[in-house]
């Protein structure tokens, strides 16, 4: 962005009388203060000067008196919102100085330059930055005070902070529709009584009187409402490209200010009308448009209001007290009242209790939840009342992880959106240049009609639903999957998913319940049941396997040292001097594998365990509706030859693949990939990470662990397997509406473009029509919000 005479060379804003010199960008630079230009001096000492070139907007003004920051480093604050990763600890904060992609590009670079920082990543689109750092090497405050001297001023980024600036937005874009609108109707009554006109009877006074009035309707409408369109087209142009921005706001102008010419000068024709009517109708559809995108955040935007801010802690004594939710620490004791919703993550301590979870989820029945089960944040308490132990507080809650991934699934755009925003692109660059031998025709052989038909020409070929009809879709989708707990974490997640094939199912923690319960204990050589049970428990005390939660009761278990697990076979540790092995025959005892979980020394085979898992209740309903969607299922489990089977057997899946790594899952989707097969994955998110990653698509399911796991594309936020036909079903009627709404687009401009040209279309319905083409692309979208019964 070249420099601007007048204004600041960092922030854009008018110089005062005395500026301030600086040397930047390879030369002497004017600014507006003595913050702003340290600022400049900071970038080039970096070698960071490409920002200036590269950005599509002026960077944020910046204060002289760096704020205040120390309070970044309080505990209290930090607590209720960074979170704990590896070599530090994470936050995310909010700027509403950041404008474009160039500002983005900065602070991610500004911020690895600090000490003590890990990581960082900032967001255009939604002006949010994570910063990762050592709180060993540095205080939060000091990378903070970086980004706010170059004009970013951090903000906590907080449920609320975001719910009062959408309100703003959404106040101040409905006052841009009221003004357009009211200005729209003027405008068309005053028109109409001109183009009534027709034998040119009325008197002239008469006539400028109607078009000066129209003049001043139109203006505001035109400056104001049109506003955002403008500084869009702005951006473009400074950003060498060609956008929907460029033709909007240059059909609009040039409407009003050829109107205005021929007003002063008593010209024959105005066009104040189709001026105001295309800034109102784009208006609408992209506030349409906004809905459509909104919905996706909804569910998360919900459960971060239904969060209390106070929470009634019970104190060792027994008493209780009433405390901030930020107040609240791991292993605190909470009591929730019937209908209250729960303030943090945690484990019920009473018998049974009723959480309704349709937010989180998606289920609409409230879940009942035993001693020992988990709770989360953001579920309402039922029927009566309930107290829980906390195990995860602020940015450590499952509802916290589901924002984030929200987030991260916004922030990407998929190819094939790239791909229309690129064709809308050359499409406007063609129309400019048809739009010129349009209107080179129409001056030779009517020169009266040049101008208003090259008006229409621009107004009805708008590419707005070509480049609307991808991500209006998408964000539809997206919301309706977030509705049943889906979360998509993939940019090309949907498309993918569309196209499956095939389905293959872990077994434990996916079709079973992933909760292992423990028959009994045979085969006891030298050791008795209650000694091998105590050392299979010492074993598994860390273990992060499904059959470890089996011995979790066990009590009196000693301590194992040097515990090492293999995937897909077992673990091996030293108890009580004694190295012992638990896990599959071959691993545990040297012997033939029989199906059978045993536990072994160097002296042989000891104990043997046998263990039940029952299947989800759902899990059978799940896969027959897989298969009247066509889907080809499948069976691949690490679990012996004898349960895998029985599971196959009841799930009516044929061929089972038992005692499978997850090197052997891996190399049985590659296997059906090189078949010409889309594989789809679903997984516990536990022990899956290779054949998720390695699968066209995948689907990590299971009580909250999935969350963490990012290697999936898809995330089912709830247990219920009937999400996934579920998912699969949104999928494919996306893939469906994408198409349609690219069909209409591309038919619409095929057919507008040759009436418009041939002077069939006057301005004013042409704008009508660039507007219905782009709300029947978005009305079309938003058909997918119907969430489809599970």
Same mark, same amino acid.
């Given at each position: 962005?070249?420099?601007?005479?007048?204004?600041?060379?960092?922030?854009?804003?008018?110089?005062?009388?005395?500026?301030?010199?600086?040397?930047?960008?390879?030369?002497?630079?004017?600014?507006?203060?003595?913050?702003?230009?340290?600022?400049?001096?900071?970038?080039?000492?970096?070698?960071?000067?490409?920002?200036?070139?590269?950005?599509?907007?002026?960077?944020?003004?910046?204060?002289?008196?760096?704020?205040?920051?120390?309070?970044?480093?309080?505990?209290?604050?930090?607590?209720?919102?960074?979170?704990?990763?590896?070599?530090?600890?994470?936050?995310?904060?909010?700027?509403?100085?950041?404008?474009?992609?160039?500002?983005?590009?900065?602070?991610?670079?500004?911020?690895?330059?600090?000490?003590?920082?890990?990581?960082?990543?900032?967001?255009?689109?939604?002006?949010?930055?994570?910063?990762?750092?050592?709180?060993?090497?540095?205080?939060?405050?000091?990378?903070?005070?970086?980004?706010?001297?170059?004009?970013?001023?951090?903000?906590?980024?907080?449920?609320?902070?975001?719910?009062?600036?959408?309100?703003?937005?959404?106040?101040?874009?409905?006052?841009?529709?009221?003004?357009?609108?009211?200005?729209?109707?003027?405008?068309?009554?005053?028109?109409?009584?001109?183009?009534?006109?027709?034998?040119?009877?009325?008197?002239?006074?008469?006539?400028?009187?109607?078009?000066?009035?129209?003049?001043?309707?139109?203006?505001?409408?035109? @400056?104001?409402?049109?506003?955002?369109?403008?500084?869009?087209?702005?951006?473009?142009?400074?950003?060498?490209?060609?956008?929907?921005?460029?033709?909007?706001?240059?059909?609009?102008?040039?409407?009003?200010?050829?109107?205005?010419?021929?007003?002063?000068?008593?010209?024959?024709?105005?066009?104040?009308?189709?001026?105001?009517?295309?800034?109102?109708?784009?208006?609408?559809?992209?506030?349409?448009?906004?809905?459509?995108?909104?919905?996706?955040?909804?569910?998360?935007?919900?459960?971060?209001?239904?969060?209390?801010?106070?929470?009634?802690?019970?104190?060792?004594?027994?008493?209780?007290?009433?405390?901030?939710?930020?107040?609240?620490?791991?292993?605190?004791?909470?009591?929730?009242?019937?209908?209250?919703?729960?303030?943090?993550?945690?484990?019920?301590?009473?018998?049974?209790?009723? @959480?309704?979870?349709?937010?989180?989820?998606?289920?609409?029945?409230?879940?009942?939840?035993?001693?020992?089960?988990?709770?989360?944040?953001?579920?309402?308490?039922?029927?009566?009342?309930?107290?829980?132990?906390?195990?995860?507080?602020?940015?450590?809650?499952?509802?916290?992880?589901?924002?984030?991934?929200?987030?991260?699934?916004?922030?990407?755009?998929?190819?094939?959106?790239?791909?229309?925003?690129?064709?809308?692109?050359?499409?406007?660059?063609?129309?400019?240049?048809?739009?010129?031998?349009?209107?080179?025709?129409?001056?030779?052989?009517?020169?009266?009609?040049?101008?208003?038909?090259?008006?229409?020409?621009?107004?009805?070929?708008?590419?707005?639903?070509?480049?609307?009809?991808?991500?209006?879709?998408?964000?539809?989708?997206?919301?309706?999957? $977030?509705?049943?707990?889906?979360?998509?974490?993939?940019?090309?997640?949907?498309?993918?998913?569309?196209?499956?094939?095939?389905?293959?199912?872990?077994?434990?923690?996916?079709?079973?319940?992933?909760?292992?319960?423990?028959?009994?204990?045979?085969?006891?050589?030298?050791?008795?049941?209650?000694?091998?049970?105590?050392?299979?428990?010492?074993?598994?005390?860390?273990?992060?396997?499904?059959?470890?939660?089996?011995?979790?009761?066990?009590?009196?278990?000693?301590?194992?040292?040097?515990?090492?697990?293999?995937?897909?076979?077992?673990?091996?540790?030293?108890?009580?001097?004694?190295?012992?092995?638990?896990?599959?025959?071959?691993?545990?005892?040297?012997?033939?594998?029989?199906?059978?979980?045993?536990?072994?020394?160097?002296?042989?085979?000891?104990?043997? @365990?046998?263990?039940?898992?029952?299947?989800?209740?759902?899990?059978?309903?799940?896969?027959?509706?897989?298969?009247?969607?066509?889907?080809?299922?499948?069976?691949?489990?690490?679990?012996?030859? $004898?349960?895998?089977?029985? @599971?196959?057997?009841?799930?009516?899946?044929?061929?089972?693949?038992?005692?499978?790594?997850?090197?052997?899952?891996?190399?049985?989707?590659?296997?059906?990939?090189?078949?010409?097969?889309?594989?789809?994955?679903?997984?516990?998110?536990?022990?899956?990470?290779?054949?998720?990653?390695?699968?066209?698509?995948?689907?990590?399911?299971?009580?909250?662990?999935?969350?963490?796991?990012?290697?999936?594309?898809?995330?089912?936020?709830?247990?219920?397997?009937?999400?996934?036909?579920?998912?699969?079903?949104?999928?494919?009627?996306?893939?469906?509406?994408?198409?349609?709404?690219?069909?209409?687009?591309?038919?619409?401009?095929?057919?507008?473009?040759?009436?418009?040209?041939?002077?069939?279309?006057?301005?004013?319905?042409?704008?009508?029509?660039?507007?219905?083409?782009?709300?029947?692309?978005?009305?079309?979208?938003?058909?997918?919000?119907?969430?489809?019964?599970?």
């Amino acid at each position: 962005m070249n420099a601007v005479a007048g204004v600041c060379h960092h922030c854009g804003e008018t110089l005062p009388q005395s500026p301030v010199r600086a040397d930047a960008e390879g030369g002497t630079r004017e600014f507006c203060c003595e913050g702003c230009a340290a600022a400049a001096r900071w970038i080039a000492d970096a070698h960071l000067d490409d920002y200036y070139r590269l950005r599509s907007a002026p960077g944020g003004r910046v204060d002289a008196d760096a704020p205040a920051l120390a309070a970044w480093d309080r505990e209290e604050l930090l607590a209720g919102h960074a979170r704990e990763v590896d070599g530090g600890r994470e936050i995310t904060v909010l700027t509403d100085g950041m404008r474009c992609a160039a500002c983005a590009w900065l602070i991610d670079r500004a911020l690895a330059r600090e000490p003590g920082v890990l990581e960082s990543s900032a967001n255009a689109i939604t002006g949010r930055i994570r910063i990762a750092w050592d709180p060993a090497r540095t205080a939060l405050s000091q990378p903070l005070a970086r980004l706010a001297a170059l004009g970013y001023r951090p903000y906590l980024a907080t449920g609320q902070a975001r719910e009062a600036a959408r309100r703003r937005e959404r106040n101040r874009d409905l006052l841009r529709i009221g003004l357009a609108g009211i200005g729209a109707m003027q405008a068309m009554m005053f028109a109409e009584a001109l183009y009534l006109d027709t034998r040119g009877e009325m008197p002239l006074p008469t006539r400028d009187f109607f078009r000066w009035i129209t003049f001043m309707v139109s203006t505001p409408v035109v @400056f104001w409402a049109g506003w955002p369109f403008i500084v869009g087209a702005w951006n473009e142009l400074r950003g060498r490209r060609l956008g929907m921005d460029v033709l909007i706001a240059g059909s609009t102008l040039l409407a009003w200010a050829v109107s205005t010419i021929e007003t002063v000068r008593g010209g024959v024709h105005v066009w104040f009308d189709a001026a105001v009517m295309f800034v109102f109708l784009l208006l609408m559809a992209r506030q349409l448009e906004q809905r459509a995108r909104g919905i996706a955040s909804a569910q998360v935007d919900a459960l971060a209001r239904a969060r209390p801010a106070f929470a009634t802690r019970e104190l060792a004594d027994g008493s209780r007290e009433s405390v901030p939710i930020d107040a609240l620490a791991v292993g605190d004791v909470v009591r929730i009242a019937v209908g209250e919703p729960v303030p943090a993550d945690g484990v019920l301590l009473e018998d049974e209790a009723h @959480f309704e979870e349709s937010l989180l989820t998606g289920e609409s029945v409230p879940v009942t939840r035993h001693a020992g089960d988990a709770v989360f944040a953001g579920t309402a308490c039922r029927e009566h009342a309930a107290k829980i132990r906390v195990t995860g507080v602020g940015t450590g809650t499952r509802l916290a992880e589901l924002a984030r991934l929200v987030e991260s699934a916004q922030a990407h755009r998929p190819a094939l959106a790239q791909g229309t925003e690129r064709i809308a692109g050359w499409f406007v660059a063609g129309l400019l240049l048809a739009a010129v031998a349009v209107y080179a025709w129409w001056r030779v052989h009517e020169p009266a009609r040049a101008f208003e038909v090259v008006l229409a020409l621009l107004v009805i070929s708008c590419p707005c639903a070509l480049s609307l009809a991808v991500p209006a879709a998408l964000a539809a989708a997206h919301g309706a999957l $977030a509705r049943i707990g889906v979360l998509s974490v993939r940019p090309d997640a949907l498309q993918r998913l569309a196209q499956a094939t095939d389905v293959v199912f872990d077994k434990t923690g996916t079709l079973g319940d992933g909760k292992p319960h423990l028959q009994g204990v045979d085969a006891c050589r030298g050791i008795d049941a209650d000694a091998a049970l105590r050392i299979a428990a010492a074993l598994e005390r860390d273990s992060n396997h499904p059959l470890a939660a089996a011995f979790a009761q066990v009590a009196d278990a000693p301590v194992a040292g040097g515990v090492r697990a293999i995937a897909g076979r077992g673990v091996e540790g030293t108890v009580e001097g004694v190295r012992w092995r638990i896990g599959t025959a071959p691993f545990a005892t040297g012997s033939d594998d029989d199906g059978a979980v045993w536990l072994g020394n160097d002296a042989g085979a000891r104990a043997r @365990f046998t263990f039940a898992e029952h299947q989800r209740v759902d899990a059978a309903q799940a896969l027959q509706r897989l298969r009247e969607q066509g889907l080809t299922l499948h069976l691949a489990s690490g679990d012996a030859a $004898a349960p895998v089977a029985r @599971f196959a057997s009841a799930m009516g899946i044929a061929d089972p693949h038992a005692r499978q790594s997850p090197e052997d899952k891996l190399a049985l989707v590659r296997a059906m990939q090189r078949d010409g097969r889309v594989v789809a994955m679903v997984g516990d998110g536990l022990n899956d990470a290779p054949v998720l990653a390695g699968a066209d698509v995948s689907l990590a399911i299971g009580d909250g662990a999935a969350l963490a796991q990012r290697s999936a594309d898809l995330v089912l936020s709830g247990s219920s397997l009937g999400n996934v036909p579920a998912a699969i079903e949104i999928a494919r009627r996306t893939h469906r509406i994408v198409r349609q709404n690219l069909a209409w687009a591309i038919g619409y401009n095929l057919l507008a473009l040759p009436l418009a040209a041939a002077g069939m279309v006057t301005p004013w319905l042409a704008a009508l029509g660039m507007a219905l083409s782009s709300l029947a692309v978005t009305a079309n979208a938003l058909r997918l919000t119907k969430v489809p019964p599970r």
